[in-house]
């Protein structure tokens, strides 16, 4: 029965009421958007939102009840002043929409702050009409500068997560042969993406450290036969593959911070052209540090190749996710254990090992 009143109050209620309530809502979005993070993990995402929503229901207001909209905001109630704001209106709703159903909507937020710069002129113009009540104006125009921050904040938050976001991408996928790829450029066909992360108890600079020391990544990357340092950024890689094979490159580091992150990049001629790059982050609550690895790739034969090697379960995902899981072991335990499952191969007795498999990789 409550739902019921609810919704028909809802249906009786003027559009001055919902405008305002419809004002109180992206309020509160910006708070969150300022103080929390949304479900993806973007901090505009949650005011972007808001602002979607409110450019519909301001659109709404506009387009089905002009008049009323009018006498709100201060302005002569004519068929002039009621066109214009139905144009408004429609504009508001296409943005709201763009707005909602974008996953990277700042060129439509910026589109947002052009259109309150445009309703700023109009008040302003409005002004110097006779039968303008220009205490409505006024607050109409403050309403509107208030809302013009919000779209500016909004835009510079959704231009900083696209940013970061392509950044990464330029790091890692960006140079499989050798040069920065450019904005809107997408990776080289028949290559694939792999994202992994694990919590390791060790500072950012210990973890750092022992990564950065190239020739240490054998200890915990079962599938890497050698890493040969030849310079500060030049290494050679050599690494086990589907059916007994082997696969080499050299490879140099693109971009690195101390403590924070290490880019590479595959040189012209690897047998697996590849990028990537590797991110060293504080965990919450002081937990330790937070290793995130982005991996870019291309197989030789394509997405015929990627299959065959997973067959052999030796696709680079799963590659990954295991060698992540024996570096924490490397860094909190100071050895990789293996078990009697993966010593022996095949169908075996369960007994233990006559010679326990331990990979020496103690903290430096």
């Known amino acids: 029965m409550s739902n019921q009143v609810s919704h028909r109050t809802r249906e009786q209620e003027p559009p001055s009421r919902a405008l305002e309530r419809q004002g109180s809502q992206l309020l509160r979005s910006a708070r969150?958007?300022?103080?929390?993070?949304?479900?993806?993990?973007?901090?505009?995402q949650t005011l972007a939102h808001g602002l979607g929503w409110f450019s519909i229901g301001l659109g709404l207001a506009e387009v089905s009840a002009p008049s009323s909209v009018a006498k709100l905001?201060?302005?002569?109630?004519d068929a002039d002043n009621q066109a214009?704001?139905?144009?408004?209106?429609?504009?508001?709703?296409?943005?709201?929409?763009?707005?909602?159903?974008?996953?990277?909507?700042?060129?439509?937020?910026w589109g947002r702050v052009g259109g309150d710069l445009m309703d700023l002129f109009l008040l302003g113009a409005a002004a110097a009409a006779p039968d303008t009540q220009r205490g409505r104006l006024a607050g109409g125009a403050l309403a509107v500068v208030g809302v013009t921050a919000l779209d500016v904040l909004g835009a510079a938050l959704q231009d900083g997560s696209a940013h970061e976001g392509l950044r990464s991408r330029k790091l890692s996928a960006g140079a499989f042969d050798g040069q920065r790829r450019t904005r809107g450029q997408e990776l080289p066909a028949g290559a694939f993406q792999v994202r992994k992360s694990i919590t390791v108890r060790r500072t950012p600079e210990q973890v750092y450290?022992?990564?950065r020391d190239l020739s240490n990544l054998p200890k915990f990357m079962h599938h890497l036969e050698s890493v040969q340092v030849m310079d500060g950024k030049m290494s050679h890689w050599r690494v086990r593959a589907p059916a007994g094979m082997s696969v080499e490159w050299?490879?140099?580091?693109?971009?690195?911070?101390?403590n924070e992150m290490i880019a590479w990049r595959s040189l012209p001629g690897a047998d697996v052209r590849n990028a990537g790059l590797v991110r060293f982050k504080t965990a919450p609550g002081g937990r330790g540090t937070e290793v995130t690895v982005e991996l870019y790739y291309q197989p030789p034969?394509?997405?015929?190749?990627?299959l065959v090697a997973k067959l052999f379960g030796e696709e680079?995902?799963?590659?990954?996710?295991?060698?992540?899981?024996?570096?924490?072991?490397?860094?909190?335990?100071?050895?990789?254990?293996?078990?009697?499952?993966?010593?022996?191969?095949?169908?075996?007795?369960?007994?233990?090992?006559?010679q326990p498999m331990l990979q020496e990789g103690g903290l430096s």
Request: net charge neutral; with cysteine.
């Open 32 to 44: 969150e958007a300022l103080h929390t993070r949304s479900s993806d993990g973007s901090i505009g």
């Open 73 to 77: 905001i201060g302005v002569r109630d």
């Open 84 to 109: 214009l704001l139905r144009v408004c209106g429609l504009r508001e709703i296409s943005s709201g929409v763009g707005i909602l159903s974008s996953s990277q909507p700042a060129s439509l937020l």
């Open 209 to 211: 450290r022992f990564w």
């Open 250 to 258: 050299d490879a140099e580091i693109a971009e690195e911070r101390p």
């Open 301 to 306: 034969a394509g997405k015929i190749g990627r």
């Open 316 to 354: 680079p995902a799963q590659q990954v996710k295991h060698d992540l899981f024996m570096f924490k072991q490397v860094m909190e335990t100071g050895e990789v254990v293996h078990s009697d499952a993966s010593i022996h191969r095949g169908p075996h007795p369960a007994r233990p090992a006559h």
